[in-house]
C-alpha cells in the first residue's frame, strides 16, 4: 500500500513536471493538471500518509511504541517543513520534479527496509523485541523472522531469515512457559 502510494506518487508528479508548461497553458490543461494533481493527493492518502501511523504502530515494541510513534511523526514534520522552505527558493515545475523524486525515494526506503507485519501479531513482534533487547537474537526462532514478514534488508544483509525455524521456536515456548509457571508456583 505504502510503495504504490510513492510510486503513484511519482508517476503522476513526473507528468505534471514534464508536461508543466503544456497543462498550464490552456483551460483543458489545467483541468487536467487539476486532475493529476489531486489523484496524486488520493495516492498519497491511500499510501504514505495513513500507513505512516499504522506501520509505527506495528513495528515497535510495546514497551517503546508510542515514544517511537510520536519521534516518527516529529520526523514527518520535520520533513514537511524543510520541504516547504526548499521549494519556497525553486519553481513550481521544479517543485513537480522534486516532488517525484521524494516518491521514487519512498518507494525504495520502503521497499528495502519497510517490514511486512501482515499475519504477524504484536505479541510476537514484541517476543522478538525481548530477545534483541536480551542480546539472544540468534535463539529467536518465531515467526518475526519468517523471510515473508522481513524487509528486503533484514532477509538479503542481515539474513535474519536464516534464523527461521518453527520447530525449535515451538520447543522455546514451551519452555518459556515451563519457566512462567514455575514463576508463578514460586510466588
Given at each position: ?18 508536461a508543466?508548461?503544456t497543462l ?16 496524486s ?14 506501520v509505527?504502530?506495528e ?7 508510542s ?7 516529529a520526523?514527518?514534520?520535520?520533513g514537511a517543513?524543510?520541504?516547504?522552505v ?22 525504495c ?7 511486512d ?17 536480551a ?15 522481513l ?19 515451538e520447543?522455546?515456548k ?14
Amino acid at each position: 500500500m505504502q510503495s504504490t502510494g510513492f510510486i503513484m506518487m511519482f508517476v503522476l508528479f513526473l507528468i505534471c513536471g514534464v508536461a508543466f508548461n503544456t497543462l498550464t497553458a490552456s483551460a483543458n490543461g489545467l483541468r487536467t493538471f487539476q486532475f493529476l494533481y489531486f489523484f496524486s493527493s488520493f495516492w498519497n492518502q491511500f499510501g504514505p500518509n495513513c500507513t505512516t501511523w499504522l506501520v509505527a504502530a506495528e513495528v515497535f515494541p510495546t514497551d517503546v511504541r508510542s515514544t517511537f510513534q510520536g519521534f516518527s511523526a516529529a520526523m514527518g514534520k520535520v520533513g514537511a517543513i524543510i520541504a516547504d522552505v526548499v521549494f519556497g527558493y525553486v519553481s513550481k515545475q521544479a517543485t513537480f520534479f522534486l516532488s517525484a523524486a521524494f516518491g521514487l525515494a519512498g518507494a525504495c526506503v520502503t521497499w528495502l527496509f519497510l517490514p511486512d507485519t501482515t499475519g504477524l501479531s504484536l505479541d510476537e513482534l514484541d517476543r522478538m523485541a525481548k530477545y534483541m533487547l536480551a542480546g539472544e537474537f540468534e535463539h529467536y526462532h518465531g515467526e518475526g523472522v519468517n523471510p515473508r514478514h522481513l524487509s528486503t534488508w533484514e532477509r538479503w544483509v542481515l539474513k535474519w531469515d536464516r534464523h527461521y525455524d518453527p520447530g525449535m521456536d515451538e520447543k522455546h515456548k514451551v519452555l518459556q512457559l515451563a519457566q512462567l509457571q514455575e514463576l508463578n508456583e514460586g510466588a
